[in-house]
């Protein structure tokens, strides 16, 4: 196996987790090979010397623009450096050059500023950080922007909401290059997820909410998604959220732009897809670990909602059976 170049841009005002999320993901894949280590990391300044993240971290890059050396992945993240006119230019111009020599082109959040640009993206379907998809797609209206996808895959060019969906896309990245199994325990050590493969949408669905919400229901959905085998019901909601039964169901459409049942629903099923696909637990038990009543109510609304049956989308998407 020949070993991976993964350059990682570097700036003065970087996000922070932006470079050390892919960072660790690739180093940890690297802790856990067995004999040759598949991924050399190196970050890549725009200039020479060192840069300062926006949290205050002082970083050197081992390398510069120009003396990066043949990359496989080229990693781009966000902050407000990489918007700064002079940087922009000067990356981009480098990055059309080189774009055609680098297999995979990734943008983490607002890394998506020094990739629009080129024109590499037009007509492609791509997401970055909720706050600034509108501003992106008002800028590069040629650009098809989804924004509540986690991470998007759309031919050599993959686009990542923000921050920590760096991590999401890494371990993505891990997987197409190594294996789920590989992945996975990549994602054991970090402590987080695994999703489900690179290419298909991913979406966190109390986060997206939540963003919609100011008032006592901002912290309901995040609430609602750790606690799915509990009592769901109307009336169990709204003494949660502190307001009569009566006005619940007016106030959450407004806050969610859905019904109580139909939102929850939504988390549920949310959860036993990721449950089909990384465990081995009988469709009963994750029907069970994700709040329905029974297995064929839970049958019902999967079928209902994807299109596809519980054993039929394990069967597509499980990685016990991709890594067979």
Same mark, same amino acid.
């Given at each position: 196996m020949n070993?991976?170049?993964?350059?990682?841009?570097?700036?003065?005002?970087?996000?922070?987790?932006?470079?050390?999320?892919?960072?660790?993901?690739?180093?940890?894949?690297? &802790?856990?090979?067995?004999? &040759?280590?598949?991924?050399?990391?190196?970050?890549?300044g725009v200039t020479g010397g060192t840069f300062t993240s926006d949290a205050g /971290?002082?970083?050197s890059p081992e390398r510069t623009l120009r003396t990066a050396p043949a990359l496989d992945t080229l990693i781009i993240p966000g902050g407000s450096g990489l918007r700064e006119p002079r940087t922009n230019a000067l990356f981009c111009s480098w990055l059309k050059r080189r774009a055609p020599r680098i297999r995979?082109?990734?943008?983490?959040c607002t890394g998506i500023y020094g990739l629009a640009p080129t024109g590499l993206l037009d007509g492609r379907r791509v997401t970055t950080h909720w706050n600034f998809a509108a501003d992106v797609a008002r800028r590069f209206p040629r650009l098809r922007v989804e924004p509540d996808s986690i991470y998007i895959k759309d031919g050599p060019f993959y686009?990542?909401?923000?921050?920590?969906?760096?991590?999401?896309?890494? /371990?993505?990245l891990v997987q197409e290059d190594l294996g789920p199994q590989a992945a996975l325990a990549v994602a054991r050590m970090l402590v987080v997820y695994m999703k489900r493969p690179g290419g298909q949408e991913q979406f966190s669905e109390p986060l997206r909410f939540q963003t919609r919400s100011s008032d006592r229901f901002s912290e309901l959905a995040a609430w609602m998604a750790g606690h799915l085998a509990d009592d769901l019901s109307v009336d169990a909601l709204a003494r949660r959220a502190g307001v009569c039964t009566r006005h619940f169901s007016r106030r959450f459409g407004r806050a969610f732009g859905s019904t109580p049942a139909a939102f929850v629903e939504g988390l549920r099923l949310n959860e036993a897809r990721r449950l089909l696909s990384s465990e081995d637990a009988s469709i009963e038990g994750v029907a069970e670990a994700a709040g329905f009543a029974s297995a064929d109510s839970f049958r019902r609304a999967f079928e209902r909602r994807f299109g596809i049956t519980p054993t039929g989308y394990r069967g597509r998407f499980s990685l016990r059976e991709a890594a067979s």
């Open positions: 070993q991976r170049n993964i350059g990682i841009l570097g700036f003065d005002d970087i996000t922070a987790l932006d470079i050390a999320g892919p960072a660790d993901v690739f180093a940890t894949a690297c &802790e856990l090979a067995k004999g &040759e280590k598949p991924y050399r990391v190196i970050v890549i /971290l002082v970083l995979r082109v990734v943008s983490v686009t990542a909401a923000g921050v920590t969906a760096g991590i999401d896309l890494s /371990l993505a």
